[in-house]
């Protein structure tokens, strides 16, 4: 009796301390919790970037400080305030020139930071042209002129790359289908836009998508915001505003731009990843660790997800999961133990995975491949 009592305080002893390891591997939530992470990918740093976005000096009603402010709590590498060079509702009460004063007032309170600023501008036109942002640009006044045409060929006179905003935006496009008008096919056969919204504030399009793909555009996916961020999106939720990862070969503003045009995008938003398999598969699979918690013919697998993304996996391997039906989830930040019936005892085998919630075309997912030594 006495024996039992203690082999049961024993297998207690030994059950709380399996919890307490497999619960000291998630990631502390610390004061960082709401910074957006994702882990750089070979040969490429990830650098998060929301490239649109308003200020008080066009239809916004914020300061650009605070634009730097909530983008350094967000954990972003880069962004762009982009206010309206042609749309201009507050001019009586903000009255200012110099549509490059946003830049200015951005890159002057991110001193002292690593956050990137890129000055851009809203082209701010009614369809059949719409709206489109001008990034990396010299002098944003020298856009703000009449002829459209000339205003898009003064972008690429200032080697600036332009990006197709919101082509599913309802109020201009009321049946919300991105579709290339006569005007974009112009503008696209002169070389006069590089990019497209593939998600915007909290809408997304698989056109848009498709056009990106179809005409070898680089995709983005931004806040647009207007107001506070925290408006948007609930962070005490786990919510986060959306972003344009940009593989880049360093952080600067030169390679991010070389990185733009190369097409090296992609984009999260809520819990879903959109871009290239080239850059998802290799984003996926740098955000896992692994470790082997056993041998035999059932091994236990720990992957340690570090990224703010819960991958949705569907197991693709030649073995069954002991513990887990064909699809279930790595939660974000989360130590999670799969147990693979190798029937043999392996000295490693390679576990396939598809992954349900990224997306390199609407309806095609990338695949990752993890050896387990
Ligand atoms: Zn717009
Ligand atoms: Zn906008």
Known sequence: MRFKLSTSFLAILCATSFFLALHA????PDEDTRA????????????????????????????????????LMDGLDAISITDHLDYQPKMKDIP?????????????????????????????RSMPTGHFNALFVKDANKLNQKDVLEVFREAKNQGA???????????????G??????MHKKLLSEGLFAGIEIYNDVTYSDEALEIAQEHHLAILGNSDVHGPID?????????????????ATEKSV???QKAMEERRTAVWFENTLVGDALYLSPLVEQSLELSRAGKGPVPSVVIHNHSDADYILENLSEYRLHNQAKVFVLKAHQATTIEVKTVETLDSFELHFRVLNAFTSPDSHPEIKLVVE
């Open 231 to 247: 408006w948007g999106y609930d962070i005490s939720k786990g919510e986060h505003r959306p972003v344009t990862l940009v593989f």
């Open 177 to 182: 289908v991105a579709e290339l008008t006569d």
């Open 161 to 175: 790359l332009v990006f197709w905003n919101h082509p599913h935006w309802t109020a201009q496009k009321p049946n």
């Open 254 to 256: 030169a390679a991010m």
């Open 25 to 28: 591997q998630n990631d502390a």
């Open 96 to 124: 200012h020139p110099d549509r490059n004063r946003g830049y200015e007032l951005a890159l002057e309170s991110a001193k002292g930071t690593d956050l990137l600023v890129i000055p851009g501008a809203e082209i701010t």
């Open 36 to 71: 957006i992470e994702f882990p750089d990918i070979p040969g490429y740093v990830t650098l998060k970037c929301d490239l649109h976005m308003h200020t008080v000096l066009s239809d916004g009603s914020v300061w650009a400080s605070i634009r730097v402010r909530e983008a």
